[in-house]
């Protein structure tokens, strides 16, 4: 964490190929180096979409970092966990 640049209780951005999302960071010993945990959380702010609780509560919605294009080869759904990410201090 320190390495990128990131403090705990600010914000960060995570992007992947799908999409980015910020949420705040909190930096831990608890989970291995070089992996980002995520709750899933409300975050439904995308225009066009019509849930007015989601809305209404703030959040990060991890589906936003997902790629429509990279699919499970055994299942043929899409991949919704292990997806590289890169995370930077929000500006």
């Known amino acids: 964490a320190a390495r990128l640049g990131l403090v705990d209780g ?3 951005r995570i ?3 799908g999409g980015a999302i910020e949420a705040p960071a909190e930096i831990t010993d608890t ?3 070089g992996v980002v945990s995520l709750p899933h959380g409300w975050g439904h702010s995308r225009p066009g979409t019509r849930m007015e609780v989601a809305a209404a509560h703030p ?3 991890v589906n936003q970092l997902l790629d429509g294009t990279l699919l499970d080869p055994l299942s ?3 991949v919704l966990n292990a997806i590289p990410v890169s995370v930077t201090p929000a500006l």
């Open 10 to 12: 600010a914000t960060a």
């Open 15 to 17: 992007e992947s190929s």
């Open 59 to 61: 959040g990060a919605n």
């Open 76 to 78: 043929g759904t899409a």
């Open 31 to 33: 989970v291995r180096g």
